[in-house]
């Protein structure tokens, strides 16, 4: 090997380790993989033919999809998030999207219809009445957010498990998926759908889900990541086809795991 060809491989390698930095200091990198992939661990890639931002962003995405079945595989469907008091709720709990409060969907409670369909017995759309009929529980958790705070909120619903069941899910299948009221749209495993903890959420605070929140309802999973909790839910869905979600189609780790 020649002394031109030594220094295009550290050229390259130095490549790497500046576009592997850059793309782990982004909001949707932070918690990657819990660092599964660290800049450690890439340095040891000597020899690799990672060489550009399209390459290096593809080998990212492989190793996320590995942290994915990594995650799924030491997820405990019965292990508990901790739970709090009313004296450590954050007040207020912060609103938190992709575009600013004044852009909060609109929702009419008085024509809103919630879809079920995919792989369930019970295809059918629910009213809010009915679904505030279902039986009810109530859980202080912390909301974790990918970009490094959280918050304790006090939350209500009925426990989405059960809600599953009275539909029919087919709960052998892959996935739960989630479309809402605006652009937004999620998916999750099914043993997280079926933890004890997954809410599907009409209350917060002992009081109908405010607009900010998620009115009508969301998805509260104290065992996710803040992204991962769709609000303003219009449509759920089972599924043995990968779904996707609004941001983890733009690169953040699916399972999503707190």
Known sequence: MSINDRKIIKLDRAAILADASRE????????FGKRLLTLGGLSLLTGCSITDDESVNKFLMAVSRLNDRAQAL???????????????ITRPFPFNAYYGIDEVPEVDGSDYRLKVSGLVSGQRVWTLPELYALPHAEQITRHICVEGWSAIGHWGGTPFREFLRRVG??????YVGFRCADDYYESIDMPTALHPQTLLTF??????LPAKYGYPMKL???????????KHI?????????????WVDQGYNWFGGS
């Open 220 to 230: 509260r999973m104290p065992t996710k990541l803040g992204y991962k909790n769709p």
């Open 74 to 88: 030491l997820f405990d469907p019965n292990r508990l998030a901790p739970t709090y008091t009313e004296a450590q």
């Open 169 to 174: 899910a087919d709960t052998t299948a892959k």
């Open 24 to 31: 782990l200091d982004m909001p949707s990198r932070r918690l």
């Open 203 to 208: 209350d917060y605070g002992g009081e109908r």
């Open 234 to 246: 219009v449509e759920i869905f089972v599924t043995n086809t990968y779904p996707g979600g609004y």
